[in-house]
């Protein structure tokens, strides 16, 4: 390989690490090209956009000949680069992460963008419309936070959502988690989740900000190349998986979040993919947590730690060190959020108590219990404010996860369940 061909491999490598936006590739050009060639390069790079832009997935051979295609690149070349070093240490790029062995997890054999189509019982003219940047495939909906603010959920549109539950069915599902990640995943829920804190001296609850629109597409795209995807059916498959906003009533830290391609909420691969996405980020902190005597588990965006005395005795160093994590795994901390729990106080997490053993706050015992009550003073039909379709099967529901945590409790609703008169909606007589 020539110096020249060498030099151009890393910076199309570089640039295709970027989001795919012209102001990140210009921000790129400013680090890796000296003061004073770099004007020029940058009008080059201009170009080299108008041409790669249009292109839905892009790989590096592909940039490499638009930039050979270019009619300034070669003069430039010859003025500037062959003057200097070969290759500039701003552009070594490191060797390539190792693929994983997915042997085991029997994935999908997708050679070619072209087997994408295929593989989702699509015709290749739909497949293009669904990777096309100037279709707009998602509804967008804003909806306010309990405590204040607001999320956007974006769901996909029927066609894109139908690629996406086979892409979570015959890929996504098939890679395991990491073992400290409790949410999003079959046979685990809030119970695995805190499960390992229960009767512990200290436990430290952290939230992370912004989780979903913090992962963004170049992410993605390296996660499906270290499934050992070749880089244009990873990068399609990011396509395909994430979305960006181009909603006109964004404010400065929405446009932040939400104007760039990330993981949208209310899509049916999101939850697997940010799963996957935080698997170094899972395994670094269960490390520090090993090293210091604790438990760590992860449900979502939540964050759960747990130890003895020595924990509690170091903890702020401790909390440090998830900070650090977590800001070099490319997450941020809602410290707004962050709990530190001693044994004296309520330990309680994702709707459970774990102080000595798994509970449900005994408020929503409480209130279960005056539902029934008045269930069966003034009709259960009064008591269905949230008007469910089956109110019947949702009190059931409700008691059954009371019970299964509280078998007291549990049986004590459950009896109560049992006097009410379900041919009677209103008032009993």
């Given at each position: 390989m020539t110096p020249t061909t060498l030099w151009l491999k890393n910076l199309s490598t570089l640039l295709l690490e970027e989001e795919r936006q012209l102001d990140a590739w210009l921000a790129l050009i400013r680090k890796v090209i000296p003061g004073k060639p770099r004007r020029n390069f940058l009008i080059i790079t201009r170009e080299v956009w108008k041409v790669a832009k249009t292109r839905t997935v892009l790989e590096n051979r592909e940039l490499q000949q638009i930039f050979r295609e270019n009619r300034r690149f070669w003069n430039w070349q010859r003025k500037w680069?062959?003057?200097?070093?070969?290759?500039?240490?701003?552009?070594?790029?490191?060797?390539?992460?190792?693929?994983?062995?997915?042997?085991?997890?029997?994935?999908?054999?997708?050679?070619?963008?072209?087997?994408?189509?295929?593989?989702?019982?699509?015709?290749?003219?739909?497949?293009?419309?669904?990777?096309?940047?100037?279709?707009?495939?998602?509804?967008?909906?804003?909806?306010?936070?309990?405590?204040?603010?607001?999320?956007?959920?974006?769901?996909?549109?029927?066609?894109?959502?139908?690629?996406?539950?086979?892409?979570?069915?015959?890929?996504?599902?098939?890679?395991?988690?990491?073992?400290?990640?409790?949410?999003?995943?079959?046979?685990?829920?809030?119970?695995?989740?805190?499960?390992?804190?229960?009767?512990?001296?200290?436990a430290l609850k952290m939230d992370l900000a912004n989780f979903f629109p913090s992962l963004g597409r170049s992410r993605i795209k390296r996660l499906f190349m270290s499934l050992g995807y070749r880089e244009g059916v990873a990068l399609a498959l990011a396509v395909l998986t994430t979305h960006r906003s181009a909603s006109p009533d964004l404010t400065f830290t929405e446009k932040e979040l939400y104007s760039r391609y990330h993981l949208p909420q209310g899509a049916?691969?999101?939850?697997?993919?940010?799963?996957?996405?935080?698997?170094?980020?899972?395994?670094?902190?269960?490390?520090?947590?090993?090293?210091?005597?604790?438990?760590?588990?992860?449900?979502?965006?939540?964050?759960?730690?747990?130890?003895?005395?020595?924990?509690?005795?170091?903890?702020?160093?401790?909390?440090?060190?998830?900070?650090?994590?977590?800001?070099?795994?490319?997450?941020?901390?809602?410290?707004?959020?962050?709990?530190?729990?001693?044994?004296?106080?309520?330990?309680?997490?994702?709707?459970?108590?774990?102080?000595?053993?798994?509970?449900?706050?005994?408020?929503?015992?409480?209130?279960?219990?005056?539902?029934?009550?008045?269930?069966?003073?003034?009709?259960v039909s009064s008591q269905n404010h949230s008007h469910h379709p089956d109110f019947q099967a949702h009190l059931r529901g409700r008691i059954a996860w009371i019970a299964s945590l509280h078998p007291v409790r549990g049986e004590r609703l459950r009896a109560a369940f049992e006097e009410l008169d379900w041919s009677k909606p209103n008032a009993q007589e």
């Open positions: 680069y062959a003057t200097r070093t070969p290759l500039p240490p701003a552009l070594i790029v490191g060797p390539a992460t190792p693929v994983l062995d997915t042997s085991a997890w029997h994935l999908p054999e997708l050679a070619t963008v072209g087997d994408l189509a295929d593989f989702f019982a699509l015709q290749p003219d739909d497949l293009g419309w669904l990777l096309s940047p100037k279709a707009q495939h998602y509804h967008e909906q804003w909806l306010p936070k309990r405590k204040g603010g607001r999320r956007l959920l974006e769901s996909p549109k029927p066609l894109l959502k139908q690629v996406q539950r086979t892409l979570l069915r015959e890929l996504l599902d098939k890679v395991p988690p990491h073992e400290c990640a409790t949410g999003f995943r079959a046979g685990h829920s809030i119970v695995d989740f805190a499960q390992p804190h229960a009767n512990k001296s200290i049916p691969t999101s939850p697997a993919l940010a799963n996957l996405a935080a698997f170094r980020l899972d395994c670094r902190l269960a490390g520090l947590a090993k090293s210091a005597g604790a438990s760590y588990t992860r449900y979502a965006d939540d964050l759960l730690f747990s130890g003895t005395e020595e924990l509690a005795r170091g903890l702020h160093r401790f909390e440090n060190r998830v900070i650090i994590i977590t800001r070099e795994e490319g997450l941020e901390i809602n410290f707004r959020k962050t709990r530190r729990m001693a044994a004296s106080q309520r330990q309680a997490a994702a709707g459970l108590v774990f102080n000595q053993k798994l509970n449900v706050p005994r408020r929503e015992f409480d209130t279960l219990k005056a539902i029934l009550h008045n269930c069966r003073k003034h009709g």
